[in-house]
Nanobody
Framework: QVQLVESGGGLVQPGGPLRLSCAAS????????MRWYRQAPGKERELVASITSGGTITYYTDSVKGRFTISRDNAKNTVYLQMNSLRPEDTAVYYC??????????WGQGTQVTVSS
């Protein structure tokens, strides 16, 4: 099974940057598409960004377009989420998930991002 560990969360001021990492272990990382989700208190978990196994195709939810960038390094078994121009409404627990047709999806444990002055 795939094991995912997120890191990089923390407290950041509005307008600031933060980079999240999600390190994977288990089956070959390069076979899996990867997604970042977030869940704010009292809200449903939402898809933030995704990237295909080869890194050629990305997707962003409208609220983060132009501010967030998803990328991956298959040699390091890691997917990243670079977040710029952060806003208070970006405050949430951020999760990464692996996806592959015919296989189970796996989630990380989440990392807290708080945007506040």
């Amino acid at each position: 099974q795939v094991q995912l560990v997120e890191s990089g969360g923390g407290l950041v001021q509005p307008g600031g940057p933060l980079r999240l990492s999600c390190a994977a272990s288990g089956p070959p990382f390069s076979l899996y598409g990867m997604r970042w989700y977030r869940q704010a208190p009292g809200k449903e978990r939402e898809l933030v960004a995704s990237i295909t196994s080869g890194g050629t195709i990305t997707y962003y939810t409208d609220s983060v377009k132009g501010r967030f960038t998803i990328s991956r390094d298959n040699a390091k078994n890691t997917v990243y989420l670079q977040m710029n121009s952060l806003r208070p409404e970006d405050t949430a627990v951020y999760y990464c998930k692996s996806v592959k047709a015919g296989a189970l999806d796996y989630w990380g444990q989440g990392t807290q991002v708080t945007v506040s002055s």
